[in-house]
């Protein structure tokens, strides 16, 4: 690991051999400037986090993807997209589910900022129909439930054959989210790419009838 | 094996001609004329030397000294909020304490002095203030005392006096005193909480000898030091900005600024 993550060296410690100042004020008219340069820097990331991940799967053995796994897509119909540690139960979920023959597969997503938008499109075109699991809801968003389900949207707009989008709240402060609520929300998922449509946008595991 | 900490130990003086002539505090600010705080800073700057880190809390020095890409600290300084000054220059003072004492870093230990508002000392920040003097930090925890919170508007602090006429406390028919309580006795009160402190002084800035003094014999001290710094205002306390110095002379001796503080004393 030491390889990976040397020890940490601050490059500009309060040293007074070499004066520097930290955190001086900015004023109204400097915040625009500031904060495009911070966009740009943005932009440039995806290299850096593409060559870390590299970096990390040579030392460590490992074949992460940097941006999006799958797991048990070919061939799917619908998936989970989630991030995080909930992905381990989906896992056991899709493993199920495949047994008893449904055509169900998980999209992992690593990064939200920078969100990999071409990259989501890419793969979500597979697929008829993509269900966010979220732990984090947006009060009076734009689909009413979740934050993923926006990007993921959003991502999705210029495909020529989108999938259908809906969102699902679950495991919201630290909850479980439990394999039943997979099995749930994989029923849904099943009709609404069959249907080519979703009933709701947004439904709460534990509170909606059919999750 | 564990280098021993050295610390640096300030020369007291006996008049002005032995003030420093280096600036740790150089003009390119942007403060008021006749500015009390101001001129406290460069003081404290003096007598603290090159080899010292500055901690500014939000408050007025905070605001009208840095500004992006410009700054009048030719010393190390950070800004902290204005909540936290004593826990940042905690965090300072132990990360000096291991880097000599591992090898790490080579020099006497640096005076780590907080330039804390009374808002940032004894209002907001004195929860963070508390505990650096309760853990028994080495640094100084200086109050710049201009009695209110100048930054956003001269609004009523802990340290504006009975009577103060404020944003907050403008004396009216139903208030016709305009502030109606008392200050705090912001070095009592340190003095009084703190068995791990050594030296709490108060000071104005009428008197720069003495000023010096004081803050060097609480660098000096291996230990957590107070010193309350009487500071006048000319913007909040409408006063023209040629009479600073006689409105902080007359405020020693007399005025509510005696009432509330005892004279310098070390434990």
Known sequence: MDEFLPPYKSHLPL???????????????????????????????????????ADYNKIMGRNYSPWVEEYKTDGADYVFFLQGGHCKTARFAVDHLRKKGAKVGLVKLRFMRPFPTEKVAEVLSKFKAVGTVESSTSYG?????????????????????????????????GEVVELETFYNIAKILDTAAKKGKVAQYVYWAGFDNDV | MAKKVETQEMELIKGLKQVPQEEQYVPGHRTCQGCGPALCYKLVAKAAGANSIFLGPTGCMYVANTSYLCTPFAMPWTHTQITNGGAVASGIEAAYQVLIRKGKYKGKLPNIVVMAGDGGAIDIGLQAASGMMYRGHDALFVMY??????????????????????????PGKAIPEGKKTFPKDAAQLFIGGHPAMHY???????????????????????GPAFVHIHSPCPKGWLF??????????LSTPISTFRRRTSPSRSI
């Open chain 1, 141 to 173: 968003g734009a689909m009413k439930g979740g934050n993923i389900i926006h990007e993921v949207r959003a991502a999705c707009y210029d495909l020529p054959n989108r999938p259908v989008v809906t969102s699902f709240m679950s495991g919201l402060g």
């Open chain 2, 240 to 249: 023209d900005a040629k009479k600073t110095i006689q409105v902080a002379k």
């Open chain 2, 145 to 170: 005392d201009n009695e209110s919170y100048a930054n956003t508007g001269i609004q009523t602090s802990p340290m504006t006096p009975y009577g103060g006429k404020t944003t907050f406390t403008p």
């Open chain 1, 15 to 53: 040293d007074p051999t070499k004066p520097s100042n930290h955190g001086p004020q900015i004023y109204a008219d400097q915040g625009p400037a500031i904060d495009l340069q911070r966009g740009q820097a943005m932009l440039d990331t995806p290299k850096v986090v593409e060559q870390a991940i």
């Open chain 2, 200 to 222: 709490a002084a108060t000071a104005s800035v009428a008197y720069p000898v003495d000023l010096i003094n004081k803050v060097r014999k609480g660098l000096n001290y291996k």
